[in-house]
């Protein structure tokens, strides 16, 4: 069976704090892509990273950044200095070949001023 | 480009009442799916299509629920009749049809459904 856990319901943090998102994944398929959404107040999943079972280069984009370890299943998202606009759920979500996408519970990140 | 139309955006209806929400998926992308998404928790499919056809409607309630996509392009998710327990938020995400797998899905907005 394929799951995604989310252990952290909700996060709070002050402006420019550093934040990571825990996200832990079960299959035993060896070909699987991770993913993770945003969802903003106003509900829109938003796309924000695509990553395959067999890349676990690092991924850095501008305050984002993502660590995939397959020794531990886990595909971890970092957003550095946070501001007030990355306030939203985030979603990781797991789907082997031809399989459904699999969402976790979501985190909750709430980014103060 | 234009990305994944759904309407309308909130309904409140009460049970045993009938709904049907509309989805328009971006131009070109031959994949539709329908998720719930109850508070709280992550989306759930319900259905998948690819071009008119359905892939996976395993998760489907199918004595309440029901969807089409005649043409391949747009799509209609209907409940006859609603229950409280359908009380969700309702996403439409649509995927070119490259490799199934990997093809990343586009969400749209979503309808939130209240049943009183």
């Known amino acids: 069976a394929q799951k995604v856990t989310q252990a952290q319901t909700e996060i709070s943090v002050v402006e420019k704090e550093d934040v990571t998102l825990d996200c832990v994944y079960e299959t035993r398929d060896t070909t699987y892509y991770l993913f993770w959404y945003k969802q903003p107040p106003s509900g829109e999943l938003v796309f924000l990273i695509r990553r395959n079972s067999f890349d676990e280069q690092n991924e850095i984009s501008g305050r984002y950044s993502w660590n995939f370890q397959k020794s531990t299943s886990s595909f971890n998202f970092t957003i550095t200095a946070s501001q007030v606009v990355d306030s939203a759920v985030y979603f990781c979500a797991l789907r082997s070949q031809g399989g459904k996408l699999i969402f976790g519970q979501g985190t909750e990140l709430s980014v103060k001023p | 480009e234009a990305g994944v139309a759904q309407s309308p955006r909130y309904k409140i209806i009460e049970k045993r009442q009938s709904v049907a929400f509309w989805c328009n998926p971006i131009?070109?992308?031959?994949?539709l799916y329908w998720y719930q998404q109850i508070l709280g928790q992550g989306p759930k499919l319900l259905i998948q299509f690819q071009n008119n056809g359905v892939v996976d409607d395993s998760q489907l309630p199918k004595d309440r629920f029901s969807a089409e996509r005649l043409k391949g392009v747009d799509s209609t998710l209907k409940i006859q009749p609603a229950k409280l327990e359908d009380s969700a938020v309702y996403l439409c995400?649509?995927?070119?049809?490259?490799?199934?797998?990997?093809?990343?899905?586009?969400f749209g907005p979503g309808t939130r459904l209240t049943v009183l």
């Open positions: 995400a649509s995927s070119p049809l490259r490799q199934r797998s990997t093809d990343t899905q586009y």
């Open positions: 131009s070109g992308h031959a994949t």
